[in-house]
């Protein structure tokens, strides 16, 4: 398919710029100004219309298909909260009104929500208080990681050190030593999930912390999660729960109660705003209440009168990670999810994500090999079976099959602890039948990687492109039509 | 209940089928570990939802008239963005890990980099960052990495919210982190000379800065590169359809906030970062980076490259910790910026430019108003003096029916008379009038 710049005819133009109504023309001096005009595609709006549309169809979301990409909790974004994120007097009020005297009062509905789903998670983990502000999940774990750092300057700490467990999210490590932390790992232990006594060993007087996922990335809640926390304390270090798998016990258990001191929410996950294929998302954070003081300014509080501030009067802050109140728009649609579900409902997500898992994960683990062979919580681990390995044929294939059956495939090759890992994450918001029909296709490709192995090496067939060279992308780099 | 397709008949069926209770689903978690409390509201209908939020929603004022900037700009939307985004197999989708599924999302962000490189005239993009502060962050830190050395100059003229995040990213870390106080409304040629050395890994500025004024970095360019350091530029990528390209000025690394380009201002988010560099730089850029290919029978196809560099791949060692970025954001502006073509986007700078120069000289017949700076040029914001507190003075224009601009008190001393008027081609000259006539009334 062309690019969009290869469709471009001179001359062409979408959109028409409003006749100019006042009388000044501005003429730049010569080095100041612009030698050649980019060079923008020239199209019509029927032009572009259809490049995009082309695009679209080349795409896969979730209103597409069943999406089990695990830890990514690829789950059915109500279209109600698109709706509300349009309505005018969320979408068009400027960031800088409420820091304006009087401004606050005519920002008085933006300002609600953030007050409000901020009193909402806070409920939901059991946590004192939370920063809207971070724009992701990974800006959540550096913004946890900077509160960290600011709680152990305060009191006065020498420390160095965050351990991690080898199974975490790749963000995880690489935001402790964004945050200026060595980091130590810690191995998974013989259950799939980290053993106390091999934290133990790692923990020295330096270690400022510990980031955990629990449930972990192979579905598997750890029952001495509190023990571990404990441990942790007892050398004055913080506890950081990546809030990436929530969805598995959401109204069921709450990270505080497990021994956590912050805690990060992908909202685009939990709380189902749209991924927007790779963004933007949310990752609100959350702390106990002794660290309320290092939350990032401004925070959003309730006067007595019942209005809403922003307050800035924070002298600990670790100061801002993000230019105002967050990914406001996303922050309204979880906030939009929240409501409509209520208590109940949310209890139910944690059911339904842990019962579709199960459900799958039990008629899958005779023909592939189960990573850990217990009870998982919203995802698990597959890999491909002793005898398909024989046959050559890899989780890769597997994978590329799958798509050719109009399902896209779990995450593959991650976690890395597991050989030829397949991640499989269903969600609550998928039916049985669809997840028979995954089962169906999942099977019937266990057969064929006996049968005709080499028609799963040459899947997809059914798409645009099939098996691209990344290598040689890598190599005969390309990033830009110039 | 909503949004959870299996009926509770169905759960049963499931549960018998797999030979297990709800509860022993759960009875990994030990008992004292669950939630002793879970006190939320009960659910709500989508109707009530809908009205309880719009009622929410009308307690905004829309109804100003915004001449509010400072980096985050009120301009016009086609109404083909919002629909071509809107459109499923984009919004519900994730990182592209599977090519096969992903080529739209692929090719967009191709594109988008693309867009951006002949935007600023660099050689190379990446797929976005989550907002122009984060950007420069990003690319002081990038500057690091390539340079080996620990010194950071930015030039107060530096969007002031951006600054202020780079204090906070940079607390934990052994960086050295100096600021010059810009001169008549530029960058301090002077000072920043001074203070780069041999240890210093880049200078930070701005193009137009925060004042709205504009100039060419171009000598600041070959003096940083003499000391072996690098410049940053970030811009606003509106301007561009008419000023100097910081690609043309020797810039080495380029950040911008792109929320101008189709996105509504929403209360602080999502916006979206940009990034492009010299291609030499590229392996030490942070974030997604899409490149083209082939696929096995010979097809062009698009692809995620140089993942060696990231989170994912390289933990503690990564360029970033970025994981998810801002696509939907990124494709935003590549459809706009697409809409709007070379002639519509140099159009829309230009009557920013002019409006703006309108404005100015319109306010600028009101006898007590002063400009603040001598700097000569300026995009679409300018700084004026008022006779008395600047905030006092917008408060009472919010009275008025304006959002007539931004007090500098709060970020800059001495500059307590000081507000910062932007002006974008979707202000009318009647507004522009109205506004003088509401300020002349006040002072």
Redesign the interface.
Known sequence: ?K???EK?IPG????R??P???????K??G?????R???????S?LD??R???E??????????NF?P?GS?T?????K?A????????????????P?????GM?????L??LYETDI?LR??T?MAGFTMQP?????G??TGM?IM??YH?DKGNEKTTVLIPDSA???N????????YK?LTIPTGEKGVVDPKAVKKLLTDEAAGLMLTCPNTLG??N?Q??EICDLIHSVDGLTYYDGANLNA?V????PS??GFDIVHLNL?KTF?T????????AGPVGVKENLLPYL?VSIVTKRDDGTYTLEYDRPKS?????????????ILRAY?Y????????????A??A???A??VK?KLKYCYELAFD??C?HEFVLSVSKKMAQNGVRAMDV??AL?DKGF??P?VY?PTIVNEAMMVEPT?????E?LDAFVSAMIEIAKQAQTDPDKLKSA?TT????????T???R??????? | MPFISNTPEQQKQMLADIGLTMDELFADIPAELMAKSFDLPAGASEQQVRERLAELSDKNSTDLICFLGGGFYDHFIPAAVNSIISRGEFYTAYTPYQPELSQGTLQAIYEFQSAICRLTEMEVANASLYDGGTAVYEAMMMALRITGRNKVVIDDSVNPIYRVMIHSYTRNLRIELEETHCKDGLANREQILDRVDDQTAAVILQNPNFFGCIEDFSDIAAAVHKKGALLIVSCYPISLGILKTPGAMGADIVTGEGQSLGMPVSFGGPYLGFMASRKQYVHKMPGRIVGETTDKIGRRAYVLTLQAREQHIRRDKATSNICSNEALCALTALVYLSLLGKEGLKATAQLCADKASYAYQRLMKISKVQPHFRAKWFFNEFVLDLPCEAAGVIAKLIEEGFAAGFPLSRYYQGMENSMLICVTEKRTKQQIGMLAEALESVL
């Not at chain 1, 062409?12 to 959109?15: D, E, L, N, P, Q």
Request: charged content about 20%.
């Open positions: 398919m690019l969009v710049f471009s062409r133009r979408a959109v710029t409003s100019s109504d006042v009388p000044t023309t501005m730049l001096d080095d100041l100004r612009r030698q005009p980019a060079e923008l595609p020239e199209l709006e572009v219309v490049h995009f549309t695009l679209s169809r080349r795409n896969f979301g979730v209103d597409s999406y990409l990514c690829m789950k059915y974004n109500p109600v698109e709706l509300v994120a349009s309505y005018p007097g969320f979408a068009h009020v400027h960031p800088l009104l820091q304006l005297r009087m401004g005519l920002t008085q509905g933006a609600r929500v909402l409920e939901i059991g724009l992701a999940g990974a800006h774990e550096l900077m750092a600011a300057r999210h790749g963000t490590p690489a935001s402790a030593a964004i945050a200026g980091v598997l809640f029952p999660i509190k016990i109204g069921k258990a709450r109660d497990f685009h189902a749209p991924h927007g294929g790779g963004g933007p998302g990032p670790i100061g801002y990670v993000a230019p105002f109140y967050g990914n406001f728009a996303v939009v929240i409501l409509m579900l209520g208590k109940d409902g949310l209890r139910r997500v059911e339904n842990v019962l579709n199960n459900y039990e217990r009870v919580k994978a590329k798509i896209h495939p995450t991650f609550e918001t998928e039916s049985k669809t997809p798409t645009p492109v099939c098996r691209p060279d990344e040689a992308a890598a005969n780099l390309n990033i830009a039509s110039l």
